[in-house]
């Protein structure tokens, strides 16, 4: 069994009920399609890796923590709906997948047809000519500039490419006819696609836009239980906070962060993720705590963390605003605790041989 699978958010919506169980049948129908999801976003998730090496992992195991992240920030009275548990669980899989090549139907040819490209590969070169480079320079990128615009542009495009991912295929280049998609129940991909592509891309917005670009709560579909119904904004708030909460040391093994050996400005990520513990709940606050205090040498990762951990607040508290104002259920947590000033986040991040100024 995977750890999702023991979370109350799983075992209270997909998972096997006791019997009798009325929704058996549908039930059933969701968890199959989410496992056969899971097992092809997780070779898409695999490839990200390749693609942006300097990134903290990105893989199965982050996307599967997720649900810990969700049940954590979410609370014991939470309540999804088994829809809502397969559509949030869709969002998981595939708001970060646009991070690799392996994520567009036609490869690096596909990311190299839109503006974004061009105007990443101007930048790239103005950058390193010190001039603005000619047309046919800008067709003509050497290897160099190319792999540092094809990983801006993954980066810069994965969430607005993420809203297509439940709904577009792939085909086989040697037999035509073979066809895949991530969602291989093809009622279930009609019904939910939409709403998932829109929840993943959703993670990357002002949240100011949730309530503007998504949909109402959406009914059940025929055959399920009129209970079954959707609410969007309430899974893009739940996807938004657990995935900016994920920050702890199974994003950055040592080992991995040794053998990848990323940039001086990845490494901060690395090293200060790699120190933290997983975050815990206290009253309505998150608490991060550190495995080791930060060295001299680690204060750019300190002061890393305290930016992130000070977001990650900002986030909580935005979104038990809109929760609050639109009348749903509101989240367990709601900030973060010692994130105040610099000296307050010592007392669970502790620094030795420094002591952090805020100026």
């Not at 997983?278 to 991060?288: H, T």
């Not at 930016?307 to 009348?327: A, F, G, K, P």
């Amino acid at each position: 069994m995977n750890r999702f699978e023991n979370t109350r958010l799983w075992q209270n919506t997909l998972a096997v009920q006791s019997e009798p169980d009325p929704e058996r049948q549908q039930r059933m129908k969701l968890r199959e399609t989410f496992y056969s999801f899971r097992e092809r976003a997780k070779m898409l998730a695999g490839e990200i890796s390749r693609d942006l090496p300097d990134f903290t992992v990105h893989d199965i195991s982050h996307i599967d923590a997720l649900w810990e992240m969700a049940e954590l920030v979410a609370g014991q009275d939470f309540v999804l709906t088994p829809p809502e548990a397969f559509v949030l669980g869709g969002a998981f899989l595939i708001h970060d997948l646009g991070m690799g090549v392996a994520a567009y139907p036609n490869g690096i040819e596909e990311l190299r047809k839109g503006e974004l490209w061009n105007d990443t590969i101007f930048a790239e070169m103005k950058k390193n000519l010190k001039r603005a480079p000619t047309d046919d320079e800008i067709k003509n990128p050497n290897k160099e500039i190319e792999k540092s615009a094809t990983q801006s542009v993954l980066r810069d495009s994965h969430a607005k490419h993420a809203e297509k991912l439940a709904l577009i295929k792939w085909k086989d280049s040697v037999n035509n006819a073979e066809e895949y998609h991530l969602i291989e129940d093809n009622d279930l991909r009609q019904t939910y696609g939409r709403v998932i592509g829109l929840i993943a891309h959703s993670h990357w917005w002002p949240i100011e836009k949730l309530i503007d670009n998504l949909p109402t709560t959406l009914g059940a579909p025929g055959g399920f239980s009129n209970e079954w119904t959707v609410d969007p904004v309430k899974l893009a708030c739940l996807l938004r906070i657990s995935d900016a909460c994920h920050i702890d040391e199974r994003r950055a093994p040592g080992f991995l962060r040794t053998i990848r050996k990323p940039d001086n400005d990845a490494r901060k990520h690395w090293v200060f993720q790699e120190n933290l513990y997983q975050p815990r709940l206290e009253s309505d606050r998150l608490v991060y705590t550190s495995k080791n205090a930060f060295t001299t040498e680690e204060n750019l990762s300190w002061w890393q963390c305290y930016e992130i951990l000070q977001m990650i607040d900002h986030e909580l508290r935005n979104v038990d605003s809109l929760l609050t104002d639109t009348n749903r259920q509101r989240l367990a947590a709601r900030g973060v605790s010692n994130v105040e000033e610099p000296k307050r986040l010592v007392k669970s991040i502790p620094t030795e041989g420094w002591e952090p100024v805020d100026t």
